[in-house]
């Protein structure tokens, strides 16, 4: 009768082959194209996996191992994740190897003679340690997506209010698609600042592209206006539809001190005849 100990000196002394076979194996499940440099370094961990794995088999507490493979294993897990567009790239070759993983370890269980509750014992051991795997990775795949969405939306916002020159101290703003409370946060601490550091005399705010804004947004925009006339700008708005107008009144924001125009070129006309 084999023992854990004998099984876990094997696993150690054949981790590189072993992780060869279930190398081999993954890039035969994994549907998105694996960089050179990814696959050298998956043989290098897999072999290293199986030295590591024969190292919980000597240990009992499973939050111990939990502890361990988290720090072996989570720079690892972060590679592969970036290298995924979708979770179901991630999730789907996950049962094949698990299952191809569990049939390898219990061969090698019954060529060693392992008894029935020692081998219960590995894989249970294993199974443990690929469901930590799998929920790491699962939630730094969150992050990541997360992270690269914030991105993105950060660089939309920056896109979504252009500040467009006309003329010598004039500029338009033109506001476009759906104003929610971050657009309105972005236009007051970055556009503002930015409208703030240039020599201008007009801003012409330009609502023209402007599919829904609530009240609450409203305010914030129309705050905006206060704050360009405290720094000494002119203000005039364009394009401000009827249906909108009637909302933003109806809502107690009044801006009866504010030049509107139907277009763009009527402010620029408008403000041309008084210079």
């Known amino acids: 009768m084999g023992s854990i100990q004998d099984f876990a000196s094997y696993l150690k002394d054949n981790g590189e082959e072993l992780g060869e076979k279930l190398l081999v194996y993954s890039l035969g499940k994994v549907d998105v194209e694996i960089p050179q440099h990814m696959i050298e370094e998956s043989r290098k961990n897999n072999g290293r996996f199986f030295k590591f794995f024969s190292d919980t088999l000597i240990v009992e507490e499973e939050e111990s191992v939990e502890e361990k493979f988290l720090r072996w294993s989570r720079d690892n897990i972060e590679e592969q994740v970036s290298m995924m567009d979708k979770l179901s790239s991630l999730i789907r070759p996950y049962p094949d190897t698990r299952m191809y993983f569990s049939d390898l370890i219990g061969m090698i269980c019954i060529q060693k003679e392992l008894s029935t509750k020692d081998t219960l014992f590995v894989l249970n051991r294993l199974n443990f340690i690929l469901d930590i795997n799998m929920r790491e990775s699962i939630l730094l795949f969150e992050k990541y997506k997360n992270r690269i969405n914030a991105e993105s939306r950060k660089e939309i916002l920056a896109l979504s209010a252009p500040i467009v020159p006309i003329q010598p101290g004039v500029v338009v703003l033109p506001l476009v698609g759906k104003i929610d409370s971050a657009r309105a946060e972005q236009l007051m601490t970055q556009t503002i600042p930015e409208i703030s550091s240039m020599d201008l005399d007009c801003v012409i705010i330009d609502f023209s592209g402007i599919v829904t804004i609530d009240n609450e ?44 125009f139907s277009n763009v070129q009527q402010a620029i006309k408008n403000w041309e005849q008084l210079i």
């Open 217 to 260: 947004v409203a305010g914030h925009v129309f705050d905006i206006t206060n704050v360009l006339k405290l720094l000494g700008i002119d203000v005039n708005v364009s394009g401000l539809r009827p249906e909108l107008a009637q909302h933003i009144v109806l809502n107690g924001i009044h801006f009866d001190d504010i030049q509107t």
